[in-house]
């Protein structure tokens, strides 16, 4: 069967850097897509990954190593608005895309 | 309108009734898709549309249809709903269905209970 993994929760300090976490065991693989979703709002992208290696963006980062079937968002500088669930989800051989529960990301002052 | 719209916002249904959700997309996109969210499970794909007039099955497609007559428009319907369908219902849609880079935009959600 196809499976995504993220932690359930995590909790960070404002300014600081948390790195989530996602491994996947998919048929076929398309490319690794990272969305944020606050709670009660629809999911927005992030980031996308198809080539091993590390893509930056501004303060967000994503990480994907094929051959392991693992990526990770690095999020640096949190900020209060940083609280959200962060999603990760991969395309499979039929380009449809397959999800993670998600993780709850909680800021602390 | 602007992206996609989803209608209603929320609605209280009562188990037997027969219900449609909308979802419009103003952005020309090819690939239209209806997903569901439930508390501690990922997005669940129930139906999709690839490209107007065509549409196929998801994950979890029973007690669900759908219709695709035209580019913009992408209702889902719940023939006869039961309780195990309250969940949130997003709406998405991406500029193609398949190639490397089909980044999927997302409609504001239906909350749906069902009684």
């Known amino acids: 069967g196809q499976n995504i993994d993220q932690p359930t929760e995590m909790t960070a300090t404002e300014g600081a850097i948390v790195q989530i976490n996602c491994t996947y065991q998919?048929?076929?693989?398309?490319?690794l897509f990272w969305y944020q979703q606050h709670a009660g709002e629809a999911p927005t992208f992030l980031s996308y990954?198809?080539l091993d290696g590390l893509e930056e963006k501004g303060r967000f980062s994503s990480f994907l190593s094929r051959s392991k079937g693992y990526s990770y968002l690095l999020l640096k500088e949190l900020q209060m608005k940083d609280s959200a669930s962060y999603l990760c989800?991969?395309?499979?051989?039929?380009?449809?895309?397959?999800w993670g529960a998600g993780t709850k990301l909680i800021i602390k002052p | 309108i602007a992206g996609i719209t989803q209608a209603p916002t929320s609605q209280i249904l009562a188990a037997g009734r027969r219900m449609t959700l909308r979802c419009t997309q103003d952005?020309?996109?090819?690939?239209m898709y209806w997903y569901r969210q439930d508390l501690g499970l990922g997005l669940r794909l129930i139906h999709y549309?690839?490209?107007?007039?065509?549409?196929g099955k998801g994950e979890v497609p029973d007690g669900y249809s759908v219709s695709r007559a035209n580019t913009d428009d992408f209702p889902l319907t719940l023939a006869s709903a039961v309780p195990s369908q309250t969940s949130v219902y997003f709406c998405?849609?991406?500029?193609?269905?398949?190639?490397?880079?089909?980044?999927?935009?997302f409609g504001p959600g239906t909350r749906l209970t069902v009684l």
């Open positions: 998405a849609s991406s500029p193609s269905p398949t190639g490397a880079y089909n980044e999927q935009f």
């Open positions: 952005m020309r996109h090819n690939a």
């Open positions: 549309s690839n490209t107007a007039g065509t549409t």
């Open positions: 998919t048929s076929g693989f398309n490319g």
């Open positions: 990954n198809v």
């Open positions: 989800a991969v395309s499979d051989s039929n380009y449809q895309l397959i």
